[in-house]
């Protein structure tokens, strides 16, 4: 990857990764910058939500009836026949996978669905009845499906394999404090429960400096977001960052002194060039490579500003615009700005899936814009 773009080591940004112990103390030996799999983060962030004893009965009874049909052929059967003649949808029923959060809440979303079939098959079951859920279950089981079914789709979204991803973890955590997870009218307390330490977990996860100013430089260079999710506290300080990663790696290239060509001749020949005499302003004359620069009269520097002026102030993108083709056909148009999104856009947000075809796209895509 680095020898593909001409990067050095030191370009380096960031690994994305989970809280696997060896992984994390590799990264801090190498001293590298480490940005934490929102995937993994959200799992947790979950788990930590659904610590509650009334949640933990209404699991257990969810995956017992799961299990009683699962290892049954002739319940499955009956639970076929009474769908049909409730008219409900011909759905299998779900099993979890402890690994994965959003198994869980399916396994709850299709228990709710199937409410009316699974008790009317337990029901005339003497040996299963016992199984049916309460009122007080289905309660806390429509809870946690209220608070957890709009996440399952970010979730999916964030592990993408084909798209720029790292620049959506501000906005989506911005989406999550203001409207997927803020309290609604009407809603239970154990769903404002639910949802708020979903929140304070994932807020004070990404609440680190450091973090924080990646995400910004990320969120920045996206031109589907700019500086919309930047806290307006910190925006200078991201504009002085991306002019000062702008000047380092500026293709700016000083002009090499000129030089004329004239036919060979003879130098017996030649004639004698003449004398200039110095005028008396010749001796007050001071070499350009010594006169002190100026900020105003420091070309680079206007060059740099005025092309992040003209980004920010550029036609607005549309959110499901693929940022990498933009900055392939504005390549030209911001000379240092595409190479910092070169740097910051191909992070994936989550260490799972590998985001091979994600990389070879970004390769693809950025293989018009000039090297360094």
Known sequence: MLGAWDLKEEQQVCVTTDNAANIVNAIAINKWSRLQCFGHRLHLAIEHSLKDGRIDRALNVCKKVVGCFSYSWRRRRELSEAQKELKLPQHKLKTECPTRWGSKQAMIARVLEQQSAISFVLSADRKARHLVPTWQDVEVLEAVNNSLSPLAEFTDALSGEQYVSVSYVKPVLHLFNNKILAEKEGETELSKCIKKKILDYLNNKYDDPLTQELLDMASAI?????????????????????????????????????????????????????????????????????????????????????????????????SEEDPLVWWKEHAKQFPALSKLAQKYLCIPATSSPISIQHWRKHCELFACIPKA
């Open 222 to 318: 996206d031109p589907r977001f700019k500086l919309k999710y930047v806290n307006e506290n910190r925006v200078e300080a991201v504009k002085t960052r991306l002019r000062a990663e702008m000047a380092s790696i500026s293709t700016t290239v000083k002009p090499q002194p000129s030089v004329t060509v004239r036919e060979e001749a003879d130098d017996q020949n030649a004639p004698a060039l003449k004398k200039t005499k110095k005028t008396l302003g010749s001796f007050f004359k001071v070499d350009e490579d010594q006169r002190p620069a100026s900020p105003s009269l420091n070309l680079q520097g206007m060059a740099i500003t005025a092309e992040l002026q003209s980004y920010f102030l550029s036609a607005a993108v549309d």
